[in-house]
């Protein structure tokens, strides 16, 4: 059982570091403002809402849980 957890672990932790090294080397790729990401400025505040860059972290997501899932067969 504490087999698979490490295995898990090591994963993601690879996945972050994966992630990290592609957000420190490419800084322009704009996460958190894609095109499709609704943005509302007015005087005294302003409303983000990040549709598209949710989708984009639902897709990845999944990607992510479904390679562990398949690791643990």
């Known amino acids: 059982m504490f087999n698979e957890i490490g295995k898990v672990l090591i994963f993601f932790g690879l996945a972050l570091v994966v992630v990290g090294l592609v957000l420190t080397l490419i800084p322009s790729l704009r996460l958190g403002r894609l095109p499709g990401d609704i943005l ?28 562990a899932a398949s690791l643990r067969r």
């Open 40 to 67: 509302i400025r007015r005087d005294n505040w302003s409303v983000y809402v990040p549709i598209t860059s949710s989708v984009l972290f639902s897709v990845v997501l999944s990607f992510l849980l479904w390679v």
